[in-house]
């Protein structure tokens, strides 16, 4: 028995463009029957990255796959397929990397191996909508001579920055800030200042306030104004915005804010010509504010969300969706007095008319650091098999 761990040491999550790196430890553990002569082999031992497509059979018409490509080796269990037994087609993959060919471990002993691979800056971002599914993993596969292979999946997050992969780093690093007090590979050196410029960028482009400001009006006029100061959002910010009734002339009874995305098929992909779109509320603020002069929100943007993307296939856009009930009559009849006397009592009516509407705000939303993504992260950053 040898028992595979993998861990990735920085995180599940990763920038497209960043360097992964696992280490894959190969142990023999100790039992009570343990000799010498109780030592284990492995033949070999292969590492590859994949991105697996999965789409919903009800909302997405795919092309028919070309038969010609299919690999006769594949069904053949000693052959190295990372997306064995994966629904789906695979639609993008690193080249495989072989650990090592024949490792003999002797009980107690362990062998620890580095994987390193720079992530595809081409590829979708990980997203789980409701008719497409983009999952990247990294499978280690191992085999015992004349036994099958053993597949150890780790599955980890991507997110995509458009504009990294055309920025050219400058050929002269002495004009580069570095620590002399620090020896870095270059590989790595290179991911670190990916990294840096990723979030410079990031920051560079939700940092930017500006005053926008909305009237809100029915066919009836003017309900009130709505004030955000930008439209651009990393995941983990919050969406916070102000509405002004004070100067409208018809009173607003309730509002709502949805914070949303909005998933739709390109048109060749469609399976039914002009089929709706899909969406999903990540966070949702709903108030009465009827004489409310003021009233604001604040919509968290989910950490485990996905930024919006676009590919040949499918488009996720974010939006503000707004909600509001407003009063047929005047402010003044939205009150009844409840009695003649000294002591008056203001109680509200039992039937008005209202009339409702709704208004959509795109927004933008981009990644965030990994690192920050990765405290609320559904992956694993260690992942174990026994074979």
Request: proline share 6%.
């Amino acid at each position: 028995m040898i028992e595979v761990l993998a861990k990735l040491g920085r995180g599940p999550v990763f920038l497209a463009g960043e360097v992964l790196e696992c280490v894959i430890t190969f142990t023999n553990p100790l039992s009570a029957s343990s000799t010498s002569a109780s030592s284990e082999m492995l033949a070999w031992a292969s590492a590859q990255i994949h991105c697996q497509f999965h789409a919903s059979e009800n909302r997405v018409a795919l092309p028919p796959s070309d038969g010609s490509k299919h690999d006769v080796q594949a069904e053949n269990e000693t052959v190295f397929v990372p997306n064995r037994g994966e629904r789906g087609q695979c639609i993008l993959s690193t080249p495989p990397k072989i650990l090592f060919c024949d490792l003999r471990l002797d009980p107690g002993e362990s062998k620890s191996y580095s994987y390193c691979e720079t992530l595809p800056v081409d590829g979708p971002p990980s997203f789980r909508g409701q008719s497409v599914k983009y999952v990247y993993k990294l499978t280690i596969g191992c085999q015992r001579v004349n036994s099958p292979i053993k597949l150890l999946r780790v599955p980890f997050r991507v997110l995509v920055l458009h504009g990294l992969k055309d920025y050219q780093f400058p050929q002269d690093e002495a004009v580069a800030p570095s620590n002399p007090f620090l020896e870095e590979e270059e590989g790595l050196k290179k991911d670190s200042r990916l990294a840096d410029l990723a979030t410079e960028l990031l920051m560079v482009a939700t940092s930017r306030r500006s005053l926008h400001l909305y009237n809100i009006s029915n066919t009836r006029g003017k309900v009130g104004t709505f004030c955000i100061f930008k439209t651009v959002y990393k995941i983990g910010e919050d969406v916070i915005g102000t509405f002004n009734f004070s100067e409208g002339d018809i009173p607003c009874l309730q509002f709502s804010v949805s914070l949303q995305t909005e998933e739709s098929i390109q048109e060749e992909f469609q399976r039914r010509r002009g089929q709706p779109v899909s969406f999903t509320v990540h966070a949702r603020h709903q108030e009465s504010c009827l004489h409310t002069a003021q009233s604001s929100f604040s919509l968290p943007i989910p950490l485990s969300s996905t930024p919006g993307f676009t590919t040949n296939i499918v488009s996720l856009k974010w939006r503000l969706h707004f909600e509001f009930v407003t009063s047929g009559e005047s402010a003044g009849t939205c009150l009844v007095r409840g009695s003649q006397s000294e002591a008056v009592t203001w109680t509200g009516v039992e039937q008005m008319e209202v009339d409702t509407f709704s208004w959509d705000l795109p927004i933008k939303v981009l990644p965030t650091n990994p690192i920050l993504a990765s405290y609320v992260s559904q992956f694993s950053s260690t992942n174990s098999i026994t074979i």
